[in-house]
């Protein structure tokens, strides 16, 4: 059966519309179909539709009714001519887009006019309430382009893509010779401190990326509407509305319109890249760093991504010669889910494009996509903005997903009353695959790892502690460094101690002195004090001696240094006890890992199991889990693990009652239990120590509902105690 309109269009065929005046029709070849911009000239509002719904619309003059033009287009085109339900799609788009109005003297429809302007107006209002996603505009910029357009516009020709081939080939190679370098100074980038030097990059690079795109636009006689800016989550991201370049005829100039944002970004990577590995100054390097980071990675994960409407997206639906690629994706989609859900045979579209697949995979990965970012975008704002942000993301929830579920259900209620069979089978069909998803979600054990972050240390490290209080007045080695059995590390200075040795060195040979006149002149009372002085100033120097010894540190074997920041210990002073530094082997080292509590059964059955193990860019290595502390704690393992430093783990202040015997001020949100994962002698040697891993001991003893409502009580609970 063919779709159903909605019961408000069946009056709609009788009515006469009449296009705008200031319309213009602009032909355009895809393939080997014919497709059709619509320009608004007094707004610069842009369009697309498909030859037969260009021979429909072209014969909507005021005079003819909806009727008669869809008899004159089916008896024109035959069978490619569009069915009533597409026409009359068609012509509500009109309506509702304002590129048509109802006929003077057609009076039966004013009042269908007043709705379907007041319907149009309440939908554009309802998106603009969003605020999690504000458009801010701010103005034509088309002369200040065009002011730029001579000194900048050589940027975009020919020779100058050759130079940026170049320079991008060239900082890829820099940056495959420095990665390690590059990837180890990376984790500042990320830290909560550099938040603001990476929202000013970004925002910097943004207005260079739009400005590429008028730059490139007005260079193939476009024009620019309008610029301004969107707070995406209050994040803001600069916009100039380029829509213009849809009309060109050639779609590789509509494709370099589209890539200019991305092009300009990678030039700017590529000369920071290839200045960052000549530069000496770290607060250059780190600036350049930021710049780097946001010019590519940030650039081809959302700009390049087809799946939303950026750049990406308008560059495959050209490649692809498919024009309206979302929108008609979108309509596969539904198409196929109306067959499969409610018996419907909806006709083949009639802009398909080539490959009906095609056109399914996108619209599946595409909604996949607006989800998720939907989704992700709520829990920014409830986490950034904590209660305020709960009260922005049930708003968000609203404006987004509130109106289509609303529309939805008018649906259901449409089809209730028209054909109820369809509406049973599309209940029968929803519970099936409720029953299928619901036993799969919590019924058949999750396929998911489970994930227990740690940091590589010696397996069988000599901490090296100070033996003797004092003041730290050389470090002799430094982080990293190769030493042998012996060899001075540490040299300390006690005023106090020394000068007691120096005075029981003085009392003991004057008490020597009077043992020996004692002994000369036979006087057996002063020899037997003197001999007791003796043993008793003998014992008190053999202690002093031992800590004097003491103020220098030794290495008691071969190894290699392990201290962070060695020079902020010279001249502080060091308690008996006090942890200064590590010697281990290379050959000899573990990830130290944090278990949390419902993953503990799971990883007490991989003891003695060979487990998997990502180290940055390592890849995958593997490691023999030893058995787990039995004793669960919120002791912070290490301070890199710490979500404030950049780890995985989330941690709150210290309360002032806790009795873990660190000096941290940090403890975790939860308890947790410590294991350890030892690594082969091969993989211990290309680790260091001090770099954060993930062990992977097997599997969630749950279901995957099991496991989401879990996660989500430890969020909640961890959002809760901040």
């Not at 050589?154 to 170049?166: D, G, T």
């Not at 610029?227 to 005829?249: E, H, K, N, Q």
């Not at 829990?379 to 997903?401: D, K, T």
């Amino acid at each position: 059966m063919q779709g159903l309109p909605d019961i408000s269009t069946v009056e709609l065929t009788r009515t006469r519309i009449k296009l705008r005046d200031d319309l213009l029709f602009i032909p355009q070849r895809y393939g080997d179909e014919t497709f059709y911009h619509i320009e608004v000239a007094s707004t610069s509002d842009f369009y697309r539709i498909g030859y037969p719904e260009y021979v429909f619309v072209s014969l909507l003059n005021g005079r003819t009714s909806f009727a008669q033009a869809l008899a004159v287009t089916s008896q024109k085109l035959g069978a490619g001519s569009l069915n009533q339900f597409q026409a009359m799609t068609v012509y509500s788009w009109l309506l509702d887009n304002g590129l048509a109005s109802f006929s003077d003297a057609d009076a039966a429809a004013s009042g269908a006019t007043s709705t379907v302007r007041s319907s149009s107006s309440s939908d554009r209002w309802w998106k603009k309430l969003n605020p999690l996603w504000l458009k801010v505009p701010l103005g034509q910029p088309e002369g200040f382009l065009k002011a730029l357009q001579p000194a900048f516009g050589w940027i975009f020709s020919p020779p100058a893509f050759v130079l940026w081939c170049i320079l991008v080939i060239a900082a890829t190679i820099v940056l495959s010779n420095s990665w390690s370098e590059f990837w180890s100074d990376s984790a500042n980038v990320i830290a909560r401190e550099n938040w603001v030097w990476l929202l000013a990059a970004w925002i910097g690079l943004k207005c260079v990326h739009e400005t590429a795109h008028g730059l490139v636009c007005l260079r193939y006689g476009g024009n620019i509407r309008e610029t301004g800016f969107v707070l995406a989550v209050f994040t803001p991201l600069a916009y100039v509305d380029a829509s213009s370049s849809w009309a060109f005829r050639s779609r590789w100039q509509r494709i370099h319109t589209a890539a200019a944002g991305i092009y300009i970004e990678l030039l700017i990577a590529s000369v920071a890249m290839l200045v960052w590995s000549r530069s000496d100054s770290a607060l250059i390097r780190h600036i350049l760093q930021n710049v780097i980071i946001m010019a590519s990675v940030s650039t081809l994960v959302f700009n390049l991504n087809p799946l939303m409407k950026f750049d990406g997206y308008y560059i495959l639906s050209d490649l692809l010669q498919i024009p309206n690629l979302m929108t008609q994706s979108t309509q596969t989609v539904r198409d196929v889910a109306r067959r499969l859900v409610f018996g419907e045979s909806a006709s083949a579209p009639t802009t398909i494009g080539r490959e009906r697949f095609v056109l399914m995979t996108f619209g599946v990965l595409a909604t996949i996509w607006r989800i998720a970012i939907s989704l992700s975008l709520l829990i920014a704002a409830s986490v950034l903005f904590h209660g305020a942000g709960v009260a922005l993301a049930v708003i968000g929830v609203v404006i987004w997903f509130g109106k289509p579920a609303w529309g939805f259900l008018k649906s259901l209620d449409t089809l209730r009353l028209q054909q109820p069979e369809c509406l049973v089978r599309a209940f029968a069909v929803t519970a099936l695959c409720a029953s299928v998803l619901a036993v799969l979600f919590f019924v058949v054990p999750a396929p998911v790892m489970i994930s227990a972050p740690g940091i590589v240390d010696y397996t069988h490290g000599e901490v090296i502690r100070a033996v003797t209080p004092g003041f730290i007045q050389k470090m002799h080695v430094v982080d990293g460094q190769e030493v042998a059995e012996r060899e001075l590390l540490v040299s300390l200075t006690n005023e106090e101690i020394s000068a007691k040795l120096s005075d029981l060195q003085q009392r003991f040979a004057q008490e020597d002195l009077r043992q020996q006149t004692a002994n000369r002149d036979h006087n057996g009372g002063a020899l037997s004090i003197a001999q007791m002085n003796l043993e008793s100033l003998k014992s008190q120097l053999a202690e002093c001696q031992k800590q004097v010894a003491g103020l220098e540190l030794r290495a008691s074997r071969n190894g290699r240094i392990v201290v962070h920041n060695p020079e902020r210990l010279v001249g502080t002073f060091a308690k008996p006890g006090m942890e200064l530094l590590t010697i281990g082997r290379e050959d000899q080292k573990e990830l130290q890992i944090s278990i949390g509590q419902r993953d503990l059964a799971g990883s007490v059955h991989a003891v003695g199991n060979t487990v998997r193990i990502r180290i940055g860019t390592h890849g995958i290595l593997t490691g023999t889990l030893q058995p787990v502390n039995p004793q669960a704690s919120r002791k912070l393992p290490h301070p890199a693990l710490a979500a404030s430093n950049g780890g995985p783990l989330p941690v709150v202040a210290k309360n002032k009652s806790s009795r873990d015997d660190d000096r941290g001020e940090m403890q975790l949100t939860e308890n947790r239990f410590t294991g350890v994962v030892r690594l082969t002698a091969a993989d211990a040697i290309q680790l260091r120590c001090g770099e954060r891993g993930i062990a992977s001991p097997g599997l969630i003893p749950a279901s995957l509902g099991v496991h989401c409502w879990r996660s989500a009580q430890r969020w909640i609970t961890a959002q809760l105690e901040r």
